[in-house]
């Protein structure tokens, strides 16, 4: 018998590849060890049954993370641009 049941570990996956944090710091937030989380996430993957569920999960993961990037970046060159726009104000005076 586990000692945690499905729904938890179910969450704690969902948690670990979503939250943008590191898988380790997700399970010392929940009061786990990472490597059962990092078991559960592989366990979750390899699993025919969830494999749809996950997979979507996953994809979502990875896009939120590219997304994340894009919008970094995406500020960076805005700060940039207003910068140049502020310069060239000024040496237009």
Same mark, same amino acid.
């Given at each position: 018998?586990?000692?945690?049941?499905?729904?938890?570990?179910?969450?704690?996956?969902?948690?670990?590849?979503?939250?943008?944090?590191?898988?380790?710091?997700?399970?010392?937030?929940?009061?786990?060890?990472?490597?059962?989380?990092?078991?559960?996430?592989?366990?979750?993957?390899?699993?025919?049954?969830?494999?749809?569920?996950?997979?979507? *999960?996953?994809? $979502?993961? /990875? =896009?939120?993370?590219? !997304?994340? +990037?894009? *919008?970094?970046? $995406?500020? /960076? =060159?805005?700060?940039? !641009?207003? +910068?140049?726009?502020?310069?060239?104000?000024? =040496?237009?005076?």
């Amino acid at each position: 018998m586990s000692k945690y049941d499905k729904s938890f570990k179910d969450e704690a996956v969902r948690l670990a590849l979503t939250s943008g944090q590191s898988i380790a710091q997700t399970a010392r937030d929940l009061g786990i060890k990472d490597g059962c989380l990092y078991n559960w996430i592989s366990r979750a993957k390899t699993n025919s049954e969830t494999t749809d569920s996950y997979g979507n *999960n996953l994809n $979502l993961a /990875e =896009e939120l993370n590219r !997304l994340r +990037k894009e *919008n970094a970046r $995406l500020k /960076e =060159e805005r700060e940039i !641009l207003k +910068k140049f726009a502020t310069f060239f104000v000024k =040496e237009s005076k």
